[in-house]
């Protein structure tokens, strides 16, 4: 037997559920992870990435010192360096003077519209936080973003729109308490698995029905009492068409209209035209489908709405949202225990990060950048001159990206993301990132976008830092440190607290403060000022995490949200249209690529793709119905290429009633078969997030030999 | 009756007032009696497989699993008549005689408790199953199983609902396995390692934890980990 030097409780850095985790060290060596048993969380279950998927902490190819390209990189010639010798090792004086000199330099010649910065749902909310900080205060910019952009930007922006909140209404365990519940566009069994097991629970040890509405045969739908199959990028027909039968068949709670809601006469009027037929015709879901889903919702006593990125990643993503929105407002299935709107976040802090301003239009706690009075709060806790923080909205991900030239932006900060993977049509994305003046990736690994930088900064993961991550639930946990940074890595936190002095002695601002001694410091600052947050201090989510809004040192939490009323008062109806995905399918691209993730495996793979995880799914594969293989003599296991007008990949085929007719399935994990290779990048016009669940491609057998790894081969008895 | 009901009974000579439902070990812990168990676990539905918990009831022909009979009112029951000492004494003594034990710490303390001795049964035949080490996640080395089958429970509605593995062969030959003896990989698993997490016994364990105690050097394991799968050769 071991003896265990310590146990570590910490937060689980993969998805958004947040599970408790406690880490076995040993010789500054995690060998075990448990969880503890009387979770609220997660009740001492895991899944494969948060019990044994974190050894990429002790891979070989991990970046320990900090890097700077041996050769000077220009606009327009920019290239990719993964190999080590095309880079020096420095020491943090000489990477973050030359980042600040660089920085400095471009920002007084081009000024505040030539900065930006890409945050990260992976880092904790104190790194978030500063990241944004260092941005408004010193460069005066508003481009900030990260990759909820690219996930729930379409459920943020319709549920800010329609209730004035956008995080999860419930807790998850509370799906227990439903006795109906759906599920839209989530493969939650593969990614969120600890909610889909409290889903599994509440139906088969407390009776509940789960409606699953996806276009893929998931394992959820094992579990399910209807599965409405539709095709993809067609939820604001189907799902309009459920409210049409609701308000027909006056299954709605009338009351709760009247009471806390706002639209109704138009909105029902819009409905007309969204018959169970109409929607049939669209969808390819049959309208008596349609119509018992809408009776088993609506006729609930508490139903729940669980969703993922198949509403959110579309070019109609915000509309999807809204769409689905509606059904609980027609029911008054909201503001009880139990019942509400639920989008399932993927990143283990994408809620955090976005709730500490990571993002292009709003400051810490949702408060929008054009309002004065905001600019002026946040003036004052800053130390900055009255007007002195950008009023303008800022970038978005995707748009940063595109604004990639001369008289646009000109310096990229990349902390912890990835956007050479999980950018829409990658091709696009390389000419953008070769435009760009001077990039700096804050990273574990030369990923794919790391690879294009100037200067690379080694930073920490979760299990070598102290902080908090907020769950997808709106609970705010604490991570800790089980052994010390790995080489000369620093955790993130520390290198922003150091180069942000460098930048602001350099600019002479009089200082916003950075000497920070410790995260809890960072989080206390930040509480001071967001009222959501004023409650919740390190001394209080010592064992158990609080969820958010917390107003003060007594508040307990907020388990579930709007039992009184909405944040902006009364709910919003918005009149929907049905308006098609961006590229049809046709003669010479006749399937549908809609693209997703993997149990095992995580987005860009920076992490699990140097871990023992990618052992038990080492290739990308593409999912293909029977009658379509057939059809195109394609066999399981056969080497086909896939290619879209943007792009192509070769990869093997998995041959799966898992998928349906005319739609092929491909997971973005894995950079030698990019998904985004292949996908558009048609925004929403509201929510700007691209759409990935939907493009037209073309399948065709290829040769073993084209394949990018001939020898590789998943063999797994649950795929 | 209701759940909401309450219920007095005798347990060791001592009043005891539970609600009903209340199972005797849960019971027998509100007069500070620590029943042993083995199979038993907080996570997993109560199977009375090991009978270690076992408790003389009066009226009750044979001793009763603690672990399982719910507490009936005015009933007697003793947790260490010397019937109860003696019958944990021999299943302890039963599992030392065939199962490796030497990472069952708790069942080590047990023995020790109960002066149990390994060496009562010389001549039974000892486990002697090779080790399966057929994942890059865990082993299972079912030289040290005690068929608690909380594994299996956690796979199964304890849990995961993946039902990848169950009880295979009858008696003596009774193992933990998956269907048709697949290998992990080819079975319904998950790889969530809640079988690993309840594991009593150290039959299941995390192959990081089995390297580090083999002696191998972090820097090493992390080499072995970079290892890929080849493919076979299809024919």
């Known amino acids: 037997m071991i003896k265990t030097d310590r146990v570590v409780s910490t937060t689980c850095p993969y998805c958004g559920v947040g599970c408790n985790l406690q880490l076995h060290v040993k010789d500054d060596y995690i060998f075990k992870v448990t969880s503890p048993f009387d979770s609220v969380v997660n009740q001492g279950n895991l899944c494969v990435k948060g019990r044994f998927g974190y050894d990429y902490i002790y891979h070989p190819k991990r970046v320990t010192t900090p890097l700077i390209r041996k050769t000077l990189q220009k606009a327009g010639e920019r290239t990719q360096a993964f190999d080590r010798d095309e880079w020096r090792d420095v020491t943090w004086d000489e990477a973050l003077d030359m980042i600040a000199d660089r920085m400095v330099e471009i920002y007084q010649r081009d000024g505040s519209k030539a900065m930006s910065v890409y945050c990260c749902a992976k880092a904790t909310n104190e790194e978030n936080y500063l990241m944004q900080k260092m941005y408004r205060t010193l460069f005066r910019t508003n481009n900030v973003d990260h990759c909820t952009r690219l996930c729930h930007a379409g459920s943020v922006v319709a549920l800010q729109q329609a209730l004035g909140s956008s995080a999860m209404s419930n807790t998850s365990s509370e799906v227990i308490h439903n006795d109906v519940f759906m599920v839209v566009g989530s493969n939650t069994s593969d990614n969120h698995p600890i909610i889909a097991l409290q889903m599994k629970a509440a139906i088969k040890k407390y009776g509940a029905k789960m409606i699953v509405i996806d276009p893929r045969r998931i394992e959820m739908v094992d579990f399910a009492e209807m599965w409405l199959p539709l095709k993809p990028g067609t939820n604001v027909p189907l799902l309009s068409a459920m409210a049409h039968v609701i308000v027909k068949e006056e299954l709605g709670d009338l009351e709760f209209v009247k009471n806390r809601t706002e639209g109704y006469d138009d909105y029902v009027e819009s409905l007309e035209k969204f018959t169970p037929e109409y929607a049939e015709e669209i969808s390819g879901v049959p309208a008596d489908d349609i119509r018992k889903a809408a009776r088993l919702y609506a006729k609930a006593e508490n139903a729940a709405i669980y969703w993922g990125m198949g509403i959110s990643q579309l070019s109609h993503g915000t509309a999807s949202a809204l769409a689905l929105i509606h059904l609980a407002f027609l029911t008054g299935h909201i503001g009880r225990e139990g019942t509400g709107l639920n989008p399932l976040r993927g990143q283990n802090n994408v809620q955090g990060a976005s709730d500490m301003g990571a993002m292009p239009f709003h400051y810490p706690g949702y408060m929008l950048v054009t309002d004065e009075k905001n600019a002026q709060k946040w003036e004052t806790a800053w130390n900055i001159e009255p007007g002195g923080l950008n009023r303008e909205l800022g970038l978005t991900t995707t748009e940063i990206l595109s604004h990639a030239h001369p008289g646009g932006i000109r310096s990229l900060f990349i902390m912890g993301e990835n956007p050479m993977m999980s950018e829409p049509n990658l091709n696009e994305t390389r000419k953008h990132m070769q435009q760009l003046e001077f990039i700096v990736s804050q990273d574990l690994f030369i990923n794919e976008s790391a690879a294009f930088a100037d200067v690379f900064l080694p930073a920490a993961p979760f299990a070598e830092k102290d902080g908090t991550f907020t769950n997808t639930d709106r609970r705010v946990q604490r991570v800790r440190q089980a052994h010390a940074p790995r080489g000369d890595s620093r955790a993130d936190w520390e290198i922003i607290s150091d180069l942000a002095q460098r930048i602001e002695s350099r600019l002479g601002r009089a200082t916003a403060k950075w000497d920070y001694s410790n995260p809890e410091e960072i989080y206390a600052e930040m509480a001071s000022v967001v009222p959501d947050f004023a409650g919740i201090t390190y001394e209080r989510i010592k064992d158990v995490g609080l969820q958010y809004p917390v107003w003060d040192k007594d508040h307990p939490g907020t388990p579930f949200l709007f039992a009184e009323s909405f944040p902006r008062g009364r709910g919003k109806f918005t009149l929907l249209d049905y308006i098609p995905s961006v590229e049809p399918v046709d003669d010479e691209y006749p399937f549908i690529l809609t693209t997703g993730r993997l149990l095992e495996h995580w987005h860009g793979g920076t992490m699990t793709r140097h871990s023992k995880l990618n052992e038990l799914y080492p290739e990308a594969r593409v999912d293909i119905h029977p009658a379509d293989a057939e059809i195109h003599g394609i066999s399981n296991g056969m080497a086909v290429r896939l290619s879209s007008r943007r792009g192509e990949i070769v990869l093997r085929a998995t041959v799966t009633e898992k998928t349906t007719v005319g739609l092929v399935f491909l997971p973005w994990h894995f950079h030698e078969a990019a998904a985004n290779l292949l996908t558009i990048d048609a925004l929403d016009p509201q929510a700007k997030i691209p759409e990935f669940k939907v493009c037209a491609v073309q399948v065709f057998p290829a040769r073993d030999e084209d394949l990018p790894n001939p020898d590789i081969v998943v063999e797994r008895g649950r795929y | ?235």
């Open chain 2, 1 to 235: 009756m209701t759940t909401t009901d309450e219920i007095t009974l005798d347990i060791d000579g001592k009043s005891v007032t539970v609600p009903a439902g209340t199972t005797l070990l849960e019971a027998a812990k509100q007069i500070g009696e620590d029943t042993p168990t083995i199979c038993f676990h907080e996570a997993t539905t109560a199977n009375a497989i090991c009978r270690i918990c076992v408790v003389e009831v009066e009226g009750q022909r044979v001793l009763q699993p603690a672990c399982i009979v719910e507490a009936v009112a005015d009933m007697q029951v003793q947790t260490r008549s010397e019937k109860v000492i003696r019958s944990r004494k021999s299943i302890l003594e039963m599992l030392a005689s065939s199962v490796d034990l030497s990472e069952a710490p708790e069942i080590q303390t047990l023995m020790d408790d109960y002066d149990a001795s390994a060496e009562r049964f010389p001549d039974a035949q000892r486990r002697n199953i090779e080790i399966k080490d057929d994942n890059p996640m865990y082993i299972r080395d079912y030289d040290k199983c005690v068929l608690c089958w909380r594994c299996v429970q956690v796979c199964a509605d304890d849990a995961q609902f993946t039902y990848a593995i169950n009880f295979s062969g009858r008696g003596y030959e009774t193992e933990i396995g998956t269907f048709f003896d697949q290998t992990i990989p080819a079975s319904s698993c998950v790889f969530c390692g809640q079988c690993v997490a309840v594991c009593p016994t150290g039959a299941l364990k995390p192959k990081r934890e089995m390297f580090i105690q083999q002696g191998i050097s972090p820097e090493d394991i992390t080499v072995m980990s970079s290892g890929r799968k080849k493919r076979k050769k299809r024919t």
